[in-house]
């Protein structure tokens, strides 16, 4: 474990549209940061309300970063990231709210070389248990969106026995890594725009021996997360992991399954 006096937090917020959220996320932040050397950078992705002026009249301290244009989550977050200059990187979602002191996760992080990514437990705008971690797609998994869900009682019911779970992949809503690992996997992938690029990271870290690490004993409230509206993007995300990690025979199958999983989801929108 690193002396803490040596960690440096970069905080990276990607942001479109959302000024209503920004001013708890950051408050909560920096509350759960405090005695910790920090810095919050936030990259706006072109928003058309007056989310950027809010945070230089009310936050002046943050890095802000204007975007020209909508990167989507992954490149943005990239773009956060090259401006960072703590050793350790926060990315979380802009309509969060950080419910704990965040070094046990920053601890956790640096006690193994091994641990790739620390995630802390999610809960909705009712304080109540979500999941926020799953098992790494194979193509029979596609079929079902649900079967990339972790399926260990723990993670179905919220209620856990341990501190510390290894998990295949952890929500890009909230994911502690270390620069140097980012760096050396390249960050997200831009080829995704929205949906899976957390899952498709999680997996370049394994292949490189890294892990990931939930801590069930630290929250984070977590407003919007996912809609129904979404699958379409969530989908051709799968689309794009399916093409970068099968093989040949796994490509086709794995297509296969997503494009069943779209007519099923087409056919019940009828009734």
Same mark, same amino acid.
């Given at each position: 474990?690193? *002396?803490?006096?040596? =960690?440096?937090?970069?905080?990276? $917020? !990607?942001?479109? @549209? /959302?000024?209503?959220?920004?001013?708890?996320? +950051?408050?909560?932040?920096?509350? *759960?940061?405090?005695? =910790?050397?920090?810095?919050?950078? $936030? !990259?706006?992705? @072109? /928003?058309?309300?007056?989310?950027?002026?809010? +945070?230089?009249?009310?936050?002046?301290?943050?890095?802000?970063?204007?975007?020209?244009?909508?990167?989507?989550?992954?490149?943005?977050?990239?773009?956060?990231?090259?401006?960072?200059?703590?050793?350790?990187?926060?990315?979380?979602?802009?309509?969060?709210?950080?419910?704990?002191?965040?070094?046990?996760?920053?601890?956790?992080?640096?006690?193994?070389?091994?641990?790739?990514?620390?995630?802390?437990?999610?809960?909705?705008?009712?304080?109540?248990?979500?999941?926020?971690?799953?098992?790494?797609?194979?193509?029979?998994?596609?079929?079902?969106?649900?079967?990339?869900?972790?399926?260990?009682?723990?993670?179905?019911?919220?209620?856990?026995?341990?501190?510390?779970?290894?998990?295949?992949?952890?929500?890009?809503?909230?994911?502690?890594?270390?620069?140097?690992?980012?760096?050396?996997?390249?960050?997200?992938?831009?080829?995704?725009?929205?949906?899976?690029?957390?899952?498709?990271?999680?997996?370049?870290?394994?292949?490189?021996?890294?892990?990931?690490?939930?801590?069930?004993?630290?929250?984070?409230?977590?407003?919007?997360?996912?809609?129904?509206?979404?699958?379409?993007?969530?989908?051709?995300?799968?689309?794009?992991?399916?093409?970068?990690?099968?093989?040949?025979?796994?490509?086709?199958?794995?297509?296969?399954?997503?494009?069943?999983?779209?007519?099923?989801?087409?056919?019940?929108?009828?009734?």
């Amino acid at each position: 474990m690193k *002396n803490t006096e040596s =960690l440096m937090i970069s905080v990276v $917020i !990607v942001n479109y @549209n /959302s000024q209503e959220y920004l001013a708890d996320c +950051i408050k909560s932040l920096a509350s *759960n940061l405090n005695g =910790l050397k920090y810095e919050i950078i $936030i !990259v706006d992705n @072109n /928003s058309t309300d007056t989310s950027c002026i809010f +945070i230089k009249e009310h936050f002046p301290e943050v890095k802000l970063i204007e975007s020209t244009e909508n990167l989507g989550f992954g490149r943005a977050n990239n773009l956060g990231v090259e401006h960072a200059k703590g050793n350790t990187i926060l990315l979380i979602n802009n309509d969060t709210i950080v419910q704990n002191y965040l070094l046990p996760a920053i601890e956790t992080l640096h006690s193994k070389p091994e641990n790739g990514v620390v995630t802390i437990n999610m809960l909705d705008s009712k304080k109540e248990y979500i999941t926020g971690v799953g098992r790494f797609p194979t193509p029979f998994r596609l079929f079902k969106i649900s079967l990339l869900k972790d399926n260990r009682k723990v993670f179905k019911t919220g209620e856990f026995d341990d501190v510390l779970y290894n998990v295949d992949w952890v929500c890009g809503a909230f994911m502690l890594i270390r620069k140097a690992d980012y760096v050396k996997i390249g960050g997200f992938d831009p080829d995704y725009f929205m949906y899976v690029e957390d899952v498709d990271l999680c997996k370049r870290l394994a292949d490189i021996g890294k892990y990931c690490v939930f801590r069930s004993d630290l929250n984070y409230i977590h407003f919007v997360g996912f809609n129904k509206s979404r699958e379409p993007l969530l989908l051709k995300g799968y689309d794009i992991y399916a093409e970068k990690h099968f093989d040949a025979l796994g490509k086709r199958f794995g297509k296969l399954m997503i494009a069943t999983n779209r007519t099923v989801k087409s056919i019940k929108r009828l009734f």
